[in-house]
């Protein structure tokens, strides 16, 4: 059964930089795609963009600037990176799984609030 | 950036049948974009129902549906369960590119 649980600081200043990171437990890293994606406080769901374990990404083109995900394979992490943010990057932050089919299952999501 | 658009919100009575859509600012949805649909429920992380259109998953009640409808995707509810009462987001990909509608928040009443 696969597990993700991630992690990364969930006050930041404007203008700082996000970062978290996911970590994989159980099941192949290799074989999917692992994904960010947001949740602002009461809103909808936001596609961040997501790598697989040979570092190919596909971006959010509106988030593109700022946004890096990078991967890890010898630790089976994944790790998401906003600089400049704003309190409009305020949202609660899920990794999750990619496949043909499903996204799933999800990380415990980290809320990142961006506040002065 | 293309944008997804879905109904803000829809009221269905238990037992009856409502249909939620997905459309691109790009145009018509086609198979090409890959429609997925999630299910999510307060508190929880969202589930997917519909993939690659009309595709269900194992977890999918067969009273959930997907099609293309008059250039959107289509997410039909046949038979609606006080249970389906949540909040119903679609998904298009644009080339490697993936966007969320808005949500679309269901009541069963």
């Known amino acids: 059964q696969v597990q993700l649980q991630q992690w990364g600081a969930g006050l930041l200043k404007p203008s700082e930089t996000l970062s978290l990171t996911c970590a994989v437990y159980?099941?192949?890293?290799?074989?999917?795609?692992w994904s960010w994606i947001r949740q602002p406080p009461g809103k909808g769901l936001e596609w961040i963009g997501e790598i697989n374990h040979s570092g190919s990404t596909n971006y959010n083109p509106s988030l593109k600037s700022r946004v890096t995900i990078s991967v890890d394979t010898s630790k089976n992490q994944f790790s998401l990176k906003v600089i400049s943010v704003t309190a409009a990057d305020t949202a609660v932050y899920h990794c999750?799984?990619?496949?043909?089919?499903?996204?799933?299952?999800w990380g415990q999501g980290t809320l990142v609030t961006v506040s002065s | 950036q293309a944008v997804v658009t879905q109904e803000p919100s829809l009221t269905v009575s238990p037992g009856g049948t409502v249909t939620l859509t997905c459309g691109s600012s790009t145009g018509a949805v086609t198979s090409g974009h890959y429609p997925y649909w999630f299910q999510q429920k307060p508190g929880q992380a969202p589930r997917t129902l519909i993939f690659?259109?009309?595709n269900k998953h194992s977890w999918t009640p067969a009273r959930f549906s997907g099609s293309l409808l008059g250039g959107k995707a289509a997410l039909t509810l046949s038979g609606a369960q006080p249970e389906d009462e949540a909040e119903y987001y679609c998904?298009?990909?644009?080339?490697?590119?993936?966007?969320f509608g808005g949500g679309t928040k269901l009541t069963v009443l």
């Open positions: 998904l298009l990909s644009y080339s490697g590119a993936r966007v």
């Open positions: 999750a799984r990619s496949t043909y089919g499903e996204i799933g299952p």
């Open positions: 159980g099941g192949s890293f290799s074989a999917y795609y």
């Open positions: 690659d259109t009309t």
